[in-house]
């Protein structure tokens, strides 16, 4: 009942009762959503044989981890914890790990963050880019539709994105570009978030 209520309160999960945030990303093999609460994990796992859960959020200590994982391993599922950052330049590290984790994960696979909006819009575009898609693509997983604000703080992983498709998109592949050339640093340096985006995601959303 403690984990439940830490979920429901202090983890907000009390708002996504009602909304989900759910979108299929690779057909028959890769979805995305916000934190699922157990039912809705369970109802999924049926309806789309789910075999793998990628926790974004990290090793984070909260209630709705605490019930997600346990909901995976009663279910059979692989659960795995791959941080992500939402406002932050994506770290190469963090692309390349995420890349062994998609060619290796049991399929079809959920990502999840907290509100579904910014770091799994991010893990949805990185794979549309390593299933061969085009960064354009990549970027339609960062909209309005999942409550992503590009002009916030957030919106550095569109400049990812568009980065990419500035530098080397067509001449160079994408996974060589991230070893290669990319510069976490250049990226931060030259990102500029608009102040009164960044107070509605920030102050007014709450988001993590």
Not at 25 to 40: C, D, E, F, M, Q
Not at 183 to 191: V, Y
């Amino acid at each position: 009942m403690q984990t439940r209520l830490s979920s429901l309160l202090a983890d907000h999960a009390v708002l996504r009762l009602a909304w989900d945030n759910f979108a299929e990303v690779i057909p028959g093999k890769l979805y995305r959503s916000n934190h699922p609460t157990p039912a809705r994990l369970a109802r999924w796992a049926r309806r789309y044989g789910l075999r793998t859960v990628i926790n974004l959020r990290g090793e984070k200590a909260n209630g709705s981890t605490a019930l997600s994982a346990a909901t995976a391993q009663r279910l059979g599922l692989d659960h795995v914890f791959m941080a992500f950052e939402s406002r932050g330049a994506p770290h190469r590290e963090r692309i390349l790990r995420f890349h062994d984790v998609y060619r290796t994960m049991r399929t079809p696979a959920l990502v999840h963050c907290k509100s579904g909006a910014d770091r799994a819009g991010l893990a949805a575009g990185l794979a549309i880019l390593f299933e061969g898609g085009t960064a354009a693509q990549a970027l339609r997983q960062l909209s309005l539709r999942y409550l992503h604000f590009n002009r916030s703080r957030t919106g550095i992983l569109d400049a990812f994105f568009l980065r990419y498709a500035a530098e080397a998109e067509g001449r160079k592949p994408f996974l060589d570009w991230v070893r290669e050339d990319y510069h976490e640093d250049d990226l931060r340096r030259d990102f500029v978030a608009h102040g009164f985006a960044t107070f509605i995601n920030d102050r007014l959303l709450g988001r993590e």
